[in-house]
Every structure is written in C-alpha cells, then in structure tokens.
C-alpha cells in the first residue's frame, strides 16, 4: 500500500513540476529499433481439473499497430514424463486444446511449438503435489463507518491452512462466487433458479501477499518464505453490499499450489505493468519459461472452501 | 655507488632541515568587507616557495633567513608584495584590494601559475561571479547547475541539479556546507539546488585526486563555504525574481570583532497561483513553495582565537487542503481533507579556530544534521446537530530521514616550505530512519481510537574517520601530496574498517606547464536506495550492513595544466575509474513493497568509467568563461541484471560540451552566454511486444474496441539502456544592466533559457500518431518524446546596498 501511494507522490510530484513550468510539448521520434524476428508466444496454466490448453501466438516489433497474431497453424506436441502424448488440436483464436489429458499431480509436461519459419519453443512444467490438509475460514463482520450517521457491513475473512513441509511453496489465493437467484416466473406460476458464477473482487492488506494478480478480482500470489511448514494465516475483507438482495451466495475460497514458474511470471508481470506506466522508473523484464519464446507454461492445484451467505439484506445499519 | 646515493640525499635532508628559517603567518582578508580569502596564494616570488590560505584565511610559510619578495596574490583582488628582510618570525595579516577599484592591468593573478605549482589535480574552484551572472532556467542562478559546465560532471535529466561525476552517480557526492554534510541537495525535485549563491563565499568542486582529508563518498567533494559576514559596515543584497525572492544582510555586531551574514530565500508560486485555484474551486487551497535560511556569526577573541556558528534551514512543501460542508436533515456535516508532502535539510555547525603556534593551525568543529522527508495525510469530519456535536479523525504520516551528529579536530601544520601538512580525527553518529508510519483514528468512542506506529526501525552507526596528508617538495620540479584517509564504520555490531591510500603528483616542465598524476581509494559507506531515474525526495539512504558492503571507488589520473600569459589556464586530464559493491534494487523491487528485508531486495554489482577532459578557462579580463569538453565511457555490470551482461550507466555521454562566455561591454553592462550539448542518455526501450496470459483467460482483462478485440500486451527488453535519446543541447543568454544609485546598485538582469528553442527529450514512450487507437490497427503506433522547456525569458532585479 505505501508503494502504491508513494509511486502516486511520485506521479504527482512530477506531474507538478511539468504544470510548474507548464509548457512541456510532444514529438513524434524517428528510432531505429532493430526488427529482430518474432518469437512464438506460448501461455498455458495448467490443472488438474481441466483438459490441456494453451495460447499460441507470436510477438510483434514495438512499433506494430496490430495488437496480437495467433499462430492458428502452429504444431503444439505435448510429452508426458518426456514421452510424445499428442498434438493438441486448434480451437480457434490461438487456442490449442487437448481432448483427453487431464494433468495429473507430479507428472511433467512438455509443450514444444513450431511455426513456419520461427524457432521452435520448449517448455515443461511439473504440476505440483495438492495441499494436504484442510482450509480453515473464520469470518466476522465489523461496521465501516461511512459517516457519522451511517455505516455497511464488511465481512473480514481469515483464512488458514498448513504448508507443506520441507519443500518450497508458492500460492496463488482467489475468490469465486455462485451465486443462486429464485427468479419467479409470472408465466409459469413458479421460481426458477439462475446460477452465476465470477470471480469476486475483495481487499487485504495483509503482508503475506507478494503481488496481486492484474486486480483485486485474480487475487494475490505470495510464498511460504515465512512459515516454512507451518499453519499460513491471512485475512481479507469483502464488502458486503455486494451480496445486497442476492438469495444465496456460495463463496468459495480457492487455494492453489502454483508453480515457482507462474509465481515468478504473476509477480514480474504485475511490476512490468506499473513500470510501464512510468517512464521514471527502470523496466521490469517479464518471467519467461519458454525456451526461444515468450509467456508462461505452468501449472497449480486447486484446494477449495466454501461458505454461504443466505438472504443478505442487511447491508446499511 | 648506492651508498654515496644516500649519503648525498641524507646530507641534502639534514642541511635542507638545519638552514635558519623563520615562520611568517597570520590572516589574509578582504580590504572592503573583511571575509578571509580562501585560496589566496601567499610565497616568496624570488623562490616561488610559497603556500596558501586554508579555510579560515590563514597561512603559515616558514622561509630561509635573508630578503624575500612576500607575494600575495589572488584572482579579482590587487597582487600585494612585500620586501622583507626574513630576521626572526612575523605575523602579518594582509587586506587586498579588490581589482574592481583597479585599472585592468593590475587585475591579472598567479592563481594559475600556482595551479602550475600544485599538487591537487581534477579540482575546480567555481567562479561564484560568474555563476551568479550566468543565464539561467528562470533567472534563478544556481552554484551546482555552473559545476555541470565543467569538464567531468554531467547533468540529470533535463533542468535537474544532480551531479554525475566521471561516471559516479548522483549519491556519490559529498556536498559539504561549511563543512558539514548535505544529503538531499536540491529543491523543486531537483530543478534547483539549495545552495543561494548570495551567501557563499567560495566553491570548490575535487573530482579526483583528493586530498586525505575527505572521505565518505566514491566520485567527488564540492566544498561550499558560506560568507562570514562584513565586518566593517553594514550591507545588503537581494533580488526579486519570477519565482522567488531573496535578501542577504551582513554585517559588524562589535568593533570589527563580530559579524554576521544572514541570507534567506523563498518561492512564491503557491502565493500567485493561490487565486486561480480558488476561482476553480473556492474550497479547495493547493500551492508549492521552498525556501532556504543561511545564517552565520563569527566572533574574534583575539587574534589566535575565533568562533563561528553557521546554520542552514531549507524546507521544500506541496500541499492541498479541501473543504466542504452541507446541511442535511438538520444536521450540519463539515469534512476537511488535507494532504502534504515536504522534505527538508537542517545543518548547524560551531567552529573554534585556534593557532596553537606559528606553525600550527587547529580548527575545532562540532556539527548537527538532519534530513527529513514526509508525506502526510489527515480528514476531519464533524457532524454538528442542535444537542449534539460528534467528530472523528483520521490522520496518516509516513517520514524517513537520517541524522548526523559529528565532532572533529583538523590541524594545519607547515613545518617549512617542503611540508604542508594535515591531519585530523572525527566521529560521527547517523541515525538512519528508513520509513515510519503513524496512524491514528480519533472517534466518539475510546474504542474506535486507534494511535499506532509501525514501519522500518531506526539504524544507528557510527562512523570514526582520521587522516594524515604531507604536501612535500622533493627538489624544483617533484612535489607530492602523499596520505591516508582510515574509516571504521560501525553498526549493527559490523565493523568496516578501510585505509585508503591517496597520492598525488606534479612535475614541473617549464615555469608554465606541469604535469600531474595521481591515484586515490574513497569509500562510501552510505547508499541512495531509489528506483527512479531521476533523483526524488523519496529516495532513501541507507548504511552499508552486515548483508551491504560500503562501496569503493580506486581513481587513476594523469593529467597537464599549462599557463598561457598568466590569462588562460588550459588543463588536460585523462582517468579510470572502477567502483565496486555498488547497488541497485532487483528488477521491479523496491523499498516499501516487499515483506523481506530490504537488504535482501538488493543486486550487488559494479561499474567503470573512463574518458578525457579539456577545459580552457580564463578567468580575468573583460572577457572571461570557459571551455569545457569530457570524451567519457561508464558502465555497469550487474549479476543478476540484464543476464550479467555489461550495460551503459544511463548517464553515459560520450560527449559533453559545455561553454560559458561573459563579457563585460561597459561599466554598466554586461553579456553572458551558454552553450551545452550532450550525448543523449541511455535508455532502455522495447523492442518486441507480446500478450499477457491474463489477459487471454481472464474475461475482464481484454475489451473490445472498435469490433477488435483488445489484449493486453507485455514488452519485452533486449538491453538495458541500449538506446540513446537524441542529443542534447541548448543556448541561453542573458544580459547584465548595472546602474549606480545613490544607495548602493541595481542590476536588472534578463535572459533567455533556450534561446533556439530545441526541444530535448525528457523522456520517450510509445504511443499512436494521433494519440488514439483505433482498434483496426490502422494507426501507426509511434515513438514519442516528451520535452520540458521551451525557450523560456527571464528577468531579475538584483539590488545591492
């Protein structure tokens, strides 16, 4: 959080200096940035719950005014255990799917990609053990006062589990909502059921956390640097008004053993994003464990939890 | 045949230091004002054996027995000489007369010639008048911007006052206020530095070669010492500028005994837009200011004994404040939001001169600073009802900063003309305050009050530095200025401990010309902990640890100095550079992100630089400036940054030019001009771009823009500051009216800041041609550069009386 509002004193700061002297202008450059050739672009997060797919497409010079070129007609073979399995098949947009792997926990796999003229890409991924013991969520819900007369309800989650021991782990938290509508149907007569299901924005300010993932909505990613083999404790918070006049809210709180790979790419790529949008501070290189290429070939588990949230109607006091 | 060798240099030793001499000292001071004259050359023009006046204007030149020329000479003042049949010891303190009052002729100086004779290399005594008739960025003359002329020192980012000497960076510097260390030296967020140059009696810029007596940082010492005060007759000088003002008084307190010099300056851009902003919006107040404080007082006890307390106040804040306040259901609601951002320097030093014999020389210091940088935060809201008043209060602060409390002894001890000799000890306690966080919430109820601090804890070191330094003449063409600097740097129960050996050298070619080498061992063990590329109040220092090696830098110099007609000095250096143990965050860390140890965010590494200098100055006449030309290459090597690969430092300029020319048309005006160019920075640019995995399969990550869809992409960097901007260079000029009143004077002084009006990078970023996307990828996306100033006048009204 002081980053972040010191990078906006940062911003002010500059921003205050240029209104100062107020008379800043812009040009348009001529550079001689070398047109190196294209890489393949690979991204693929893989799990134990879904077929294989990844993202195949190319990078682009700088200066290209397109924004992406998926590589449509690329070969994805996948290995298991550094034996040939299949070649995933096109689905459109760049997408390569496999119709019958299902990763499964402690197994490698292996991606190689070629295109025309562009240097074949390599990478591999093992996917990691599934946490062993079970998650623990207390929940509590405090008043925030919005003024003097009038405050909301938040409800402040801590969540807990045990790490692994002796192994180095890296996680990656998010929250999912399902939530479950009676719609009365005038026509019928009766209530249908509409289920929903998103991913839930939430807040913390927990130290744990090592970066968010894009927004509070991916959740955060964070390691076991700190509780070597013992019980991780953290705490978020959800406004509460966002279950306003909802019938029944499932929140599931998913836990996930991620790859040191994907924990390397989620961290690097939050800062190359803040970098980028400051031309005072030093790039960040995005993690990359593509050989020849660009992008993430990874893999997680998945531990999940669940409480509801039924009837909330209660949202100002 | 070695044996008569020694013999013979053993017999010419013990003769040498066996001839009757005897001792003249005592002080050398302006006639007019009564400042001592720093620098002043003082020697015996039959022999050319001679000295010069430390700090405090004193000498001590002990000479053979029999009649000498005893010169005293220095640059603006008339040459005072002597006959004196050397008998038995004198004391003779000497006013000058400054050329002002004198035909031109008169005005020429041996300050070169004695700059022939010196040992110290890669040193550059600023021209305070010069500087502060220089055209500058809105008429603000600025004593660090001058030092970028000069050949070595590159500047920052455009209009910055940072200081880039032979490939260091901006935290390398030891900027000492009469002797006392400044850490953030600028104001504005580096547009101006914070030294007034009213106040200042005398700059001194050492980029290599240094002397035993300084230490602390890796690439230079720019030595400011600040006016005593006149001690005959009051007197005053101001000036009223676009952005800010300012007034210095000086003068005697008690029979020429005591004076003081009190010198303050303040913006006032806040004051003139303050009416704006409130025709925007009548509740809200923001503004910006600076202001800066010098205040001296010396007082003489006798002519052995003296006493100065000098102190300096510098304060830079932004700040808003919002209020509002409506009625609602018969309750009247009032908020008030305020923000501010501030950072500041405060030094104070008490300094006892005492000469302990004709010979020795003491100067006793006792000094104090701080640094503080803070960023506060508070909102206050009342609701006020017919029975009934309830309030709460938020308020957040963050403040870093470092204090120093320091003692130290300095001797000057001038046994005979062959010996100049220094030594001294000092101590000093830092107290490092790297991020502090006081939150407080204030309710109705006790419960709800919350009043906690939390953030890094304070780090305290000590630091014990001495010094020994002989400048020794061995026969007519060798002197040698030979010593060593020892530093014990002490905390979190490390001890680092460093001898580092300095030595420098002349030999004399003809009476004009010299030739100078030298090698020297600085070590820093304080590092500036910032992710920016440009320097910002937000940068932290921090001590070198137990994890953190202090840094050194070893300084290898040649170089020539040679006289053209006692009127142009022309001096060639070359040098290389290496500095090791140098920091730098790891890619995308930073201070305040991270729940690690910082020490554990940091990427050791180390850097090179080497090049060639030129400057040909001329400092007397009607026409004076100088030229200065710096050929450089500096680099840096990082294990764990760009693949370990060497990449350029971002301030690495193979060229830099800078040329300054003034010209005195009349008694009433004078002409100044500018000129600077630069290689353009390294940058490090993209050179391909990709899509994020986040944004593929995360649905709210993507949009679709005009029928496309829109990924976002990610860059990707094949080298760090592989890239140049453009060149950099720009014009100023500016012209001096003098006019006499019976008061006093009045200067109306006018420029213009880039008089061809170049646009020089700021900064550089991708963009489209028309500055929009048009999803179709129609639009040509487009490197853009971003320039600061433009040709921007000036004018100034300096008064004097």
Redesign the interface.
């Known amino acids: 959080m002081?980053?972040k509002?010191?990078n906006k004193?940062?911003f002010?700061?500059?921003t205050?200096?240029?209104l100062?002297?107020g008379?800043?202008?812009?040009?348009?450059?001529?550079?001689d940035?070398?047109d190196?050739d294209?890489?393949i672009?690979v991204?693929g997060?893989l799990n134990t719950d879904s077929l294989i797919t990844v993202?195949i497409?190319?990078?682009?010079?700088?200066?290209?005014?397109?924004?992406?070129k998926f590589l449509d007609d690329a070969e994805v073979k996948l290995y298991r255990n550094n034996v040939f399995i299949e070649y995933l098949t096109n689905a459109g947009n760049g997408n390569f799917k496999s119709s019958i792997t299902k990763p499964v926990n402690g197994e490698k796999y292996k991606i190689e990609v070629s295109e025309g003229n562009i240097q074949t890409a390599f990478s591999e991924t093992v996917i990691p053990s599934s946490l062993i013991g079970e998650i623990t969520i207390d929940t509590t819900t405090n008043y925030v006062?919005e003024?003097?007369?009038y405050s909301h309800e938040s409800l402040e989650c801590t969540v807990s589990f045990d790490d692994p021991p002796n192994e180095d782990n890296y996680y990656w938290f998010y929250l999912t909502g399902l939530y479950e509508n009676f719609i009365w149907d005038s026509e019928n007569f009766n209530d249908s059921v509409v289920y929903s299901r998103t991913?839930l924005y939430f807040e913390s300010n927990d130290?744990?956390i090592?970066s968010w993932?894009?927004?509070g909505?991916?959740g955060f990613v964070f390691s076991d640097?700190?509780f070597k083999g013992k019980t991780i404790k953290f705490i978020i918070n959800l406004d509460k008004g966002m279950f306003y006049g909802v019938d029944t809210n499932i929140l599931h709180f998913n836990v996930n053993i991620i790859t040191k790979d994907f924990y390397l790419?989620a961290?690097?790529?939050d800062?190359?994003?803040?970098?980028?949008n400051n031309?005072?501070?030093?790039?960040?290189?995005?993690y990359t464990n593509i050989e020849n290429g660009?992008?993430?070939f990874a893999s997680y588990t998945t531990k999940r939890d669940s409480i509801m949230l039924i009837d909330y109607n209660n949202y100002y006091k | 045949m070695r044996n008569y060798f020694l013999l013979s240099f053993f017999l010419l030793f013990y003769l040498n230091a066996h001839l009757q001499t005897y001792t003249i000292s005592g002080f050398i001071e302006d006639e007019t004002t009564g400042e001592k004259l720093i620098g002043a050359n003082v020697y015996n023009e039959k022999s050319f054996k001679g000295t010069i006046t430390n700090y405090y204007g004193f000498y001590s030149l002990t000479l053979p027995a029999g009649k000498i020329l005893f010169t005293i000479s220095y640059v603006g003042y008339a040459k005072y000489q002597q006959e004196i049949d050397l008998t038995k010891d004198l004391t003779l303190n000497i006013k000058l007369t400054p050329s002002l009052e004198l035909q031109e002729v008169t005005v020429k100086s041996n300050s070169i010639r004695m700059n022939v004779e010196s040992t110290q290399m890669s040193s550059i005594n600023v021209p305070i008048e010069t500087a502060k008739a220089m055209p500058m960025l809105l008429g603000e003359s600025d004593i660090l911007k001058t030092i970028q002329l000069m050949p070595g020192v590159q500047s920052g980012n455009e209009?910055t006052s940072g200081l880039y000497v032979r490939g260091g960076g901006p935290d390398q510097n030891l900027f000492l206020l009469d002797g006392v260390p400044v850490y953030n030296a600028s104001h504005?967020?580096g547009?101006f530095s914070v030294f007034n140059a009213d106040a200042i009696q005398s700059v001194q810029l050492i980029k290599g070669g240094y002397p035993a007596r300084y230490g602390g940082r890796l690439s230079s010492v720019v030595d400011i010492r600040l006016k005593e005060g006149n001690n005959k007759k009051f007197k005053g000088e101001g000036s009223i500028g676009i952005i800010s003002s300012k007034l210095t008084l000086e003068g005697p307190v008690k029979n020429e005994k005591t004076s003081f010099l009190i010198s303050g300056r303040r913006t006032y851009?806040d004051v003139l837009t303050q009416p704006i902003i409130k025709l925007i919006d009548n509740n809200l107040s923001a503004g910006?200011y600076f202001y800066d404080l010098n205040a001296k007082i010396n007082h003489k006890f006798n002519e052995k004994s003296r006493l100065f307390l000098s102190a300096y106040m510098g304060n830079d804040k932004?700040y808003t404040k919002f209020k509002s306040e409506y009625l609602y259901d018969e309750?009247k609601?009032e908020s008030s939001e305020k923000a501010g951002?501030g950072w500041g320097n405060i030094t104070t030093a008490l300094r006892w001169n005492y000469i302990i014999n004709k010979k020795l020389f003491s100067n006793t210091t006792v000094t104090y600073s701080r640094y503080k940088f803070s960023?506060n935060n508070a909102y206050t809201?009342k609701?006020i009802a017919a029975n009934n008043t309830?309030t709460?209060e938020y308020s957040f602060e963050?403040f870093s900063g470092i204090d120093d409390i320091a003692a130290k002894i300095d001797f000057d001890y001038s046994p005979n003309p062959n010996h100049a000799v220094k030594f001294g000890i000092s101590n000093t306690y830092h107290t490092f305050k790297p991020?502090i966080?006081v939150f407080q919430i204030k309710g109705n109820a006790e419960s709800e009050n919350i009043d906690t601090t939390f953030g890094n804890t304070n780090v305290y070191a000590n630091e014990l530095e001495s010094y020994f330094e002989d400048d020794i003449k061995i026969g007519s063409l060798l002197k040698i200025n030979i010593g060593v600097h020892y530093s014990n740097f002490a905390v979190k129960n490390v001890f680092y401990n460093s001898i580092q050996p300095r030595i420098s050298s002349r030999f004399v070619i003809t009476e004009d010309m010299s030739l100078k080498a030298s090698f020297t061992q600085m070590n820093q063990n304080l590092h500036l902990l910032t992710?920016?590329?440009?320097g910002?109040?937000?940068d932290l220092w921090v001590p070198a640890t137990d994890k953190i090696k202090p840094m050194i830098a070893y300084q290898y110099a040649i170089g020539a100095i040679y006289n053209i007609k006692d009127e142009i000095a022309v001096t060639l250096e070359g040098f290389y550079k290496t500095m090791d143990n140098l920091i730098e965050y790891k890619?995308?860390?930073?201070f305040?992100?991270?729940?690690?140890d910082w020490e554990q965010q940091i990427e050791n590494g180390r850097g090179w630089s080497y090049g060639g200098e030129l400057l040909i100055q001329k400092d007397v006449g009607k026409f004076t400036g100088w030229i200065g030309y710096t050929l450089s290459w500096n680099y840096r090597q990082f294990d764990n940054i760009g693949f370990g690969e060497k990449f350029p430092y971002k301030f690495d300029r193979r060229h830099d030019i800078g040329i300054v020319i003034s010209y005195k048309l009349s008694e009433r005006i004078d002409m100044g001009a500018t000129w600077v160019f630069g290689t353009g920075n390294a940058i490090?640019?993209?050179?391909?771009?990709?899509?994020?995995?986040?944004s593929?399969?995360?649905q709210?990550?993507f949009f679709n823009y005009g029928g496309?869809?829109?990924?976002?992409?990610?860059?990707?960097?094949?080298n760090?500051n592989g890239?140049r901007m453009?060149s950099y260079h720009r014009l100023d000029l500016g012209i001096n009216i003098h006019k006499k009143r019976y008061w006093g004077e009045t200067t109306w002084s006018f420029g213009l800041y880039n008089a061809y009006n170049r646009?020089n990078?700021?900064?550089?970023?991708?963009g489209?041609?028309n500055n929009y996307y048009d999803g179709l990828?129609?639009?040509?996306?487009?490197?853009?550069?971003?320039?600061?100033?433009?040709l921007?006048p000036s004018v100034r009204l300096n008064f004097k009386f």
Do not use: W
């Open positions: 002081q980053n509002v010191l004193f940062n002010i700061i500059l205050m200096a240029l100062q002297f008379t800043g202008c812009e040009k348009v450059l001529d550079i940035i070398p190196n294209r890489k672009v991204n997060l993202n497409s190319k990078s682009l010079n700088i200066l290209d005014s397109k924004n992406i006062s003024n003097q007369f991913n130290p744990i090592d993932i894009s927004s909505k991916n640097e700190l790419y961290i690097t790529h800062k190359h994003l803040d970098a980028m031309p005072f501070t030093e790039p960040v290189q995005v660009y992008g993430i | 209009g504005l967020f547009f851009i910006y932004a309750i609601h951002l960023i809201e609701s309830q709460s963050y991020g966080n992710n920016s590329t440009i910002l109040p937000t890619e995308g860390a930073s305040f992100s991270s729940k690690n490090t640019l993209a050179q391909e771009k990709y899509v994020s995995y986040f593929l399969f995360d709210n990550d496309q869809t829109y990924y976002d992409n990610l860059e990707h960097y094949d760090r890239y453009p646009q990078p700021f900064y550089l970023y991708f489209y041609r990828g129609n639009n040509q996306r487009v490197l853009k550069q971003v320039s600061l100033f433009p921007i």
